[in-house]
Structures are given as C-alpha cells and as structure tokens.
C-alpha cells in the first residue's frame, strides 16, 4: 500500500491507505476543525482518489455532524421520514436500539449492493456515516471499486456494456428489500410506503451500465440490482439478469473492502465509482447506532 498521490500542503491530515483495493484512514485528526476554502477541495481530492475515509475517534453532536457535511454540499433528506432525527431532519438514523418501545431508527438498512438513493433521480455525491455504537462482536461495511471492476473487464465485454441504460426507482429497491426481510422472518422496522413517499419513490430515472465519472473521466460500472426495473432494449426479466450477473463480478473479492467498525469512526465515501453494502450482526444480542447524512451531487445522473 503506497500514500494516496493527491496528498497536498492544502490537506490538513495525512490519510493512510486502508488496502490495497481502496479506502484511507486518519487519525489523530478533529473533522469540526475542518473550514470552507482549499482543504474542503484537498479533503474531495483525496477522498475521490480514496474513495472511501474513515476519520477515527470523532466526538461530534448531530448538529455538528450536519454542519461538518454541509461543507461538501446541501443535505438529502431520506424519503422515509420516520427514521429522520427529528431535531436534525437531515439525518437519517440507522439502528436496532429502541427506547421506551420506540424504534431509535431503521434496523435493516442497505443490505443489497448499492450506490446511495440512485432511484430518486437527485444523485448522491457524498454519504457520511457516524458510528455512536458499535456491535461488540464486530460489524463491517463492504465496499467494492466499481473503478477497477470496470477496468479488469475484457475489450469485448466493455464494448457489449456501451450504451446500454438501466432504469431504477425506490419504490423497486423498497419493495425488494421488504420482501427479503420477510422471507428471512425478521421483526423489521419497514412499513408501506405512504401516498405522499409514493409520489417520490415512484418516478423512474435511467442511468447508464458503463458511467463516466465528470470529475475524473474514470469509467465505472453502475448497475444496481435491487432498484433495477429493466434495461432499455430488453425485456425486463434479461435486463435484471445482466445487471444481477454485473454486480456479482464486480462485488468479488478483489475488488472489495470490507471496514470493520470502531467506535466514534466516521466514514465518508464518494458514492460515484463505489458500490457499498451493510454487514450483518446479531440484533438481538447487540446494539447498534449510526448516524447518516447524504450529500447532493451538482452534476445530474
């Protein structure tokens, strides 16, 4: 592992690479030291040559949280409300743990390969997450460069994946989602989707099986199986194969990081080139608590 190239005098920390695949960490580093101006540009550099952070030992309030992410760009706010804090709308909370009988937050959260709301049409530049409480036993996030799967596929396959565009929507990826949590017989935090998330979670946005990335002009696969309702020009249920086959060999192992969770880690990743996962642990047993923010992307899918 060698340090990231983009290090400058403008970045206020040195990030050690975290693998070989991707990924860097910081240590001994304050994000609430962080001001708008040139390290928030040194930070981007890195953290799309990265493109994953983990800043260790953060000690922040919610309110600091949402500040440090609103150096990067305007908040997302989550389509399913009821799992907003509700005195910092802008996160989204993540979380077995209840209080008094309350569900703190949404205990089963992003299990399927995905980049973050690619369904809403408003693309996720960066997502932040906050670990307040962490599983004893362990827990990880995976992360799998969709950089280098892209980049390892043969000259023929690249030319078959060419202009080819999926299409996606929330209400796909909510629907895939419950129906796997029913079938595995889980207590699950998910209701329908009322009337007025329908409106948004609805609409159906394409996006291309090969992207460009406009802010590096790396190529990088962007199939997601679980909000994929088709692909243009074929029919629906070879459409889902190919981009189920896709995310297969791009979620390999020799693509992938797996981060296994400290406490107080804030990871933050670059959601263009980079597909992630949630990792599973014994809900019953343990607890955990992370606070999300989402980061909106200027440029359109």
């Given at each position: 592992m060698t340090a990231l190239a983009s290090t400058t005098t403008d970045l206020p920390f040195t990030p050690n690479p975290l693998s070989d695949v991707l990924g860097a960490e910081v240590t001994g580093f304050d994000v609430r030291d962080l001001?708008?101006?040139p390290a928030i540009d040194a930070v981007i550099r890195a953290l799309r040559e990265a493109q994953v952070l983990v800043f260790r030992n953060q000690s922040l309030t919610p309110r600091e949280l949402v500040t440090f992410t609103r150096l990067f760009g305007p908040p997302i706010f989550h389509v399913l409300t009821q799992f907003l804090l509700p005195e910092q709308p802008e996160?989204?909370?993540?979380?077995?743990i209840e209080d008094d009988g309350k569900k703190l937050g949404n205990a089963y959260e992003g299990l399927n390969w995905h980049t973050d709301l690619l369904g809403r049409g408003t693309k996720t530049q960066f997502t932040v997450l906050y670990g307040l409480e962490v599983p004893k036993a362990g827990v990880v996030t995976k992360f799998a460069s969709m950089y280098k799967?892209?980049?390892a596929l043969p000259e023929a396959r690249k030319r078959e994946l060419a202009g080819l565009t999926a299409v996606y929507?929330?209400?796909v990826q909510f629907n895939k989602r419950l129906a796997k949590l029913n079938a595995m017989g889980v207590n699950h935090d998910y209701t329908p989707l009322t009337a007025e998330q329908l409106v948004v979670a609805r609409e159906r946005h394409p996006a291309p099986i090969v992207d460009t990335n406009p802010y590096n002009g790396r190529k990088w696969l962007h199939p997601q199986a679980s909000g994929c309702a088709g692909v243009s020009g074929m029919s629906?249920?070879?459409g889902i194969k190919l981009v189920n086959e896709i995310v297969d060999y791009a979620?390999?192992?020799?693509f992938r990081y797996d981060h296994p969770w400290r406490l107080h880690d804030l990871v933050m990743w670059d959601n263009r080139g980079l597909f992630h996962s949630a990792g599973d642990y014994d809900r019953a047993t343990d607890r955990r608590l992370v606070h999300r923010c989402s980061i909106a992307d200027p440029q359109p899918i």
């Amino acid at each position: 592992m060698t340090a990231l190239a983009s290090t400058t005098t403008d970045l206020p920390f040195t990030p050690n690479p975290l693998s070989d695949v991707l990924g860097a960490e910081v240590t001994g580093f304050d994000v609430r030291d962080l001001r708008p101006g040139p390290a928030i540009d040194a930070v981007i550099r890195a953290l799309r040559e990265a493109q994953v952070l983990v800043f260790r030992n953060q000690s922040l309030t919610p309110r600091e949280l949402v500040t440090f992410t609103r150096l990067f760009g305007p908040p997302i706010f989550h389509v399913l409300t009821q799992f907003l804090l509700p005195e910092q709308p802008e996160i989204y909370v993540i979380s077995n743990i209840e209080d008094d009988g309350k569900k703190l937050g949404n205990a089963y959260e992003g299990l399927n390969w995905h980049t973050d709301l690619l369904g809403r049409g408003t693309k996720t530049q960066f997502t932040v997450l906050y670990g307040l409480e962490v599983p004893k036993a362990g827990v990880v996030t995976k992360f799998a460069s969709m950089y280098k799967a892209y980049e390892a596929l043969p000259e023929a396959r690249k030319r078959e994946l060419a202009g080819l565009t999926a299409v996606y929507s929330y209400e796909v990826q909510f629907n895939k989602r419950l129906a796997k949590l029913n079938a595995m017989g889980v207590n699950h935090d998910y209701t329908p989707l009322t009337a007025e998330q329908l409106v948004v979670a609805r609409e159906r946005h394409p996006a291309p099986i090969v992207d460009t990335n406009p802010y590096n002009g790396r190529k990088w696969l962007h199939p997601q199986a679980s909000g994929c309702a088709g692909v243009s020009g074929m029919s629906d249920e070879d459409g889902i194969k190919l981009v189920n086959e896709i995310v297969d060999y791009a979620t390999s192992s020799r693509f992938r990081y797996d981060h296994p969770w400290r406490l107080h880690d804030l990871v933050m990743w670059d959601n263009r080139g980079l597909f992630h996962s949630a990792g599973d642990y014994d809900r019953a047993t343990d607890r955990r608590l992370v606070h999300r923010c989402s980061i909106a992307d200027p440029q359109p899918i």
